[in-house]
């Protein structure tokens, strides 16, 4: 299969990209081919359309295709080890020439697969935008591409996830997202991050539900309140650069939040997220995680609510 490269998170030269699947098993394959081919059966997302294989780079296009090989288990059922991505752009001395610009090995045994797979299913549609010489399809969300770089140069899968964000505007056109980015947090494996993501969420709730009580109180509107300190919280987040600095900002933030009382999170895992944030190794992946949480936060994260809590969700 051929994908076409539009890139939203970098400028690069390379515009189509070639998957070739690494076959071990080729009944498996064989098999698998004829699944995602079959008309009678309704494959999510599989696609051999136009829009379907618009992708931001070629690691999305690399794991899009063994997830559609694979279904929802890469590793067993597919006859595929892998596969070797082989990106074709426009040479110097001839725009209408292409040439290989770049090739690169794919896995499939990253234990976070199923935070992409959620990502690329939710957020990797693609969209056309009229131009003056007809339509340009583009990815609607830049998520699927970070996610896919990431996994596949074996980073952390929020890596770079800052720079999604670093502006008022980027950070609401993700926000528009959250039912895709919150089937990415239920996909993710890794407990240092649900445990971040989870407190981050129940701390915002609880500030919120405060925000809007006092907003009440005093007869004005409490969303124009609950923007503005959503913006202050992305702009603390962004400007804290050494890990005391995050970790102590975290700490007050969800001691603001639990004047009566701990969070819940503290209360079942206080020594792991203590651990978590005082490392300094963990600067970097803290700040993306709970960039990743502001955005990503939705009714369905909240527990059983007190009346004013509930009330205050109603209202955002």
């Not at 725009?95 to 499939?108: G, W």
């Not at 896919?148 to 980073?155: I, K, S």
Request: charge should be positive; glycine fraction near 6%.
């Amino acid at each position: 299969p051929v994908f076409l490269l539009r890139s939203r998170t970098s400028e690069k030269k390379a515009q189509a990209c070639v998957v070739v699947p690494e076959v071990t098993d080729l009944v498996k394959f064989a098999r698998a081919l004829r699944s995602i081919t079959s008309e009678s059966h309704a494959f999510r997302r599989f696609t051999d359309t136009y829009l379907g294989r618009v992708v931001g780079g070629a690691e999305e296009a690399a794991l899009k295709l063994l997830l559609d090989l694979a279904g929802d288990d890469v590793a067993s059922h597919s006859g595929v080890g892998g596969c070797r991505a082989i990106t074709m752009g426009k040479v110097a001395w001839d725009a209408k020439q292409l040439n290989r610009s770049q090739a690169f090995q794919v896995d499939v045994d990253n234990p976070e697969l199923g935070v992409f797979r959620a990502a690329v299913t939710h957020l990797g549609r693609a969209k056309i935008l009229a131009g003056k010489n007809g339509g340009f399809a583009i990815p609607e969300s830049p998520v699927p591409e970070l996610v896919a770089a990431n996994l596949t140069a074996r980073r952390h899968w929020a890596s770079s996830f800052a720079q999604l964000v670093k502006t008022k505007k980027e950070a609401k056109y993700l926000a528009v997202a959250q039912k895709g980015l919150q089937h990415m947090k239920e996909a993710i494996r890794d407990v240092d991050d649900k445990t971040v993501i989870d407190a981050f969420h129940e701390a915002w709730r609880k500030s919120m539900a405060r925000i809007y009580g006092d907003a009440k109180h005093d007869g004005i509107d409490g969303n124009r309140r609950v923007e503005v300190e959503r913006e202050r919280i992305r702009n603390s987040i962004l400007r804290a650069k050494t890990a005391d600095s995050l970790a102590g900002w975290f700490l007050r933030f969800c001691a603001d939040a639990s004047r009566e009382g701990s969070l819940s999170m503290f209360q079942q895992n206080g020594e792991r997220l203590r651990r978590f944030l005082f490392e300094p190794r963990n600067v970097e992946r803290l700040q993306n995680l709970l960039l990743f949480a502001l955005v990503s936060y939705a009714k369905s994260d909240e527990p059983a609510s007190t009346p004013a809590e509930n009330a205050a969700t109603q209202s955002s």
